[in-house]
């Protein structure tokens, strides 16, 4: 048995062969006769073919290096069915890429293959009005998708870190949650996606539409069961949002802070907290002061209406108001640009030893929180976000972790486990390990339905080999 199950040491068995060179000429010609630009050459594929993998030591050894073999972008619809007919015809695999930020090497080809790349098929098709549904295209940046919705006075619910680059279609097949899972959850509780418009991969393609519940086996699913070409979703009434800092001394006061005002009804739409080693490294935006050292900091989201009761409140959390600034008119970066990943992004800027994991810890936290730093001391920094979890409120962990080579990583996630955390993983290329670890068989039927020679981001769906 492994010494670490948890972390792969080798690709996935089972991957198909790379194409051969006159399946790619084939290829090629084809892409070429429909009017699209095949991408050769080796620096293009070498820039399509990287994503964020690179926080990950595991997976950095096993995914760099890894190339396309073609790539081509598209802008509309009919340019997909094109590519996926193509790949059909030569048996050729495809791997779709938005803007290749997902953390787990999702948009890496694994066996070569084509790169589908859409950051062109980026309409907003339809917002409607009465409800704030919306369908657009999967290649719209996330910032730019909000801001023609804002114009309505809608937000969307859920949005990464990486909003200012990130994809909707690379949002919903590799992503999870971020700014919002507070109040929204995860992007794969049923209600966020309603409908989604796909294309298989097959000979003759086919242009599916399929409803909620059609669409659910693809959300979160790697590109590995159809491609998206429009994606309908639920967004929510815009709000002002305050960008809010808080600063405590005691870090247990941190604690029961983030822990009390996501129970309350104050309107929050992010509560990140850092401990003062990690506040202390991270470039706060222009106006607030930095962290001295010691203070231990909550960076919020919060709505007009909720700043009267926080401020009221603070002197009972024993916390301070350190700063406050109307998202979006802020200078220097954003707030929730020090959130979720980009704290990990931040800290490794100036660390490159430090990785993360990415945990839910059981309630109450404390004793959790304690038994990790009791063993594993400066070797773990405290960065938690609070979320809504199958309909109530945690707090998931994503901490700074010293690497120290693949077997203490392993002492770490099993000592988690013991002391009942739930790991999501982030060292790991295959949907389900990344997730809960198990097959979900709806995924593996999607498949078999929409991409049924196995042509779809190989190696990335364990339940498919
Ligand atoms: C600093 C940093 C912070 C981050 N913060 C967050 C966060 O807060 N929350 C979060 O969830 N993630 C976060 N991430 C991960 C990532 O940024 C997001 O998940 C992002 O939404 C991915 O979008 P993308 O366009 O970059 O997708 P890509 O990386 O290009 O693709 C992701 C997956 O989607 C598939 N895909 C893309 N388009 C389609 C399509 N049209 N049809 C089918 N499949 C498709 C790809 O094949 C790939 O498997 C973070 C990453 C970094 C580096």
Redesign the pocket.
């Known amino acids: 048995m492994s010494l670490t199950p948890d972390l792969p040491s080798a690709l996935p068995a089972g991957l198909p062969p790379a194409a051969s060179p006159e399946q790619l000429d084939a290829m090629a010609a084809d892409l070429r006769a429909a009017g699209l630009k095949p991408l050769r050459s080796a620096g293009e594929l070498e820039g399509l073919s990287a994503?964020?993998f690179v926080?990950s030591p595991v997976l950095q050894p096993l995914l760099c290096g890894l190339r396309a073999q073609l790539g081509v972008s598209v802008s509309t619809v009919d340019e997909?069915l094109l590519v996926a007919a193509a790949c059909g015809r030569h048996q050729v695999s495809l791997?779709?890429?938005?803007?290749?930020?997902?953390?787990?090497g999702?948009?890496i080809p694994l066996a070569g293959g084509l790169l589908?790349e859409?950051?062109s098929?980026n309409r907003l098709r339809h917002l409607e009005a009465s409800s704030g549904v919306f369908t657009a295209?999967?290649?719209i940046?996330?910032s730019d998708l909000d801001q023609q919705l804002q114009h309505s006075g809608r937000e969307l619910r859920?949005?990464?870190?990486?909003?200012r680059?990130?994809?909707?279609?690379?949002?919903?097949?590799?992503?999870?949650?971020?700014?919002g899972?507070l109040r929204w959850g995860?992007?794969r509780d049923p209600g966020h996606l309603l409908a989604a418009e796909?294309?298989s991969v097959e000979p003759q393609p086919r242009l599916l539409q399929l409803n909620a519940s059609g669409a659910e086996p693809?959300n979160h699913?790697?590109?590995?069961n159809?491609?998206?070409?429009a994606?309908t979703m639920a967004s929510a009434a815009a709000v002002p949002w305050q960008q809010v800092v808080l600063e405590f001394p005691d870090w247990s006061r941190a604690l029961e802070a983030a822990q009390q005002l996501p129970a309350s009804a104050l309107l929050l739409n992010a509560l990140c907290a850092v401990e003062a080693p990690v506040a202390a490294r991270l470039p706060w935006p222009q106006g607030c002061p930095p962290a001295g050292g010691s203070g231990h900091r909550l960076l919020l989201l919060a709505a007009p209406d909720a700043m009267p009761l926080l401020q009221s409140w603070l002197p009972q959390l024993a916390g301070q108001l350190i700063w406050q600034a109307p998202q979006g008119q802020s200078r220097g970066l954003p707030l929730?640009?020090l959130?979720?990943?980009?704290t990990?992004?931040h800290l490794r800027s100036q660390d490159p030893q430090l990785t993360y994991l990415q945990l839910l810890l059981p309630q109450p936290e404390g004793p959790a929180l304690e038994g990790l730093k009791a063993r594993w001391g400066d070797d773990l920094l405290w960065h938690l976000?609070a979320v809504r979890s199958m309909g109530r409120q945690r707090l998931a962990c994503l901490p700074l972790v010293r690497w120290r080579g693949p077997e203490r990583l392993q002492e770490l996630i099993d000592h988690a486990r013991e002391l009942g955390c739930l790991l999501f993983n982030p060292h790991a290329i295959t949907v389900e390990d990344g997730g809960l670890g198990v097959v979900d068989a709806d995924q593996v039927a999607a498949k078999h339905r929409y991409d049924p020679a196995g042509l779809?981001?190989p190696g990335?769906l364990r339940g498919w080999a």
């Not at 699913?221 to 590995?224: F, N, P, S």
């Not at 159809?226 to 070409?229: E, L, N, P, Q, V």
Request: with cysteine; glycine share 16%; aromatic share 10%.
């Open positions: 994503d964020g926080y997909v791997t779709v890429r938005g803007a290749a930020t997902g953390n787990y999702q948009c589908l859409t950051s098929l295209e999967p290649g940046v996330l859920l949005v990464p870190s990486t909003m680059t990130a994809t909707l279609g690379g949002y919903v097949a590799g992503g999870s949650g971020g700014i899972s995860f992007l796909v294309v693809l699913a790697y590109g590995c159809g491609i998206f070409t994606l929730r640009e959130t979720w990943n980009h990990t992004l976000e779809l981001n990335k």
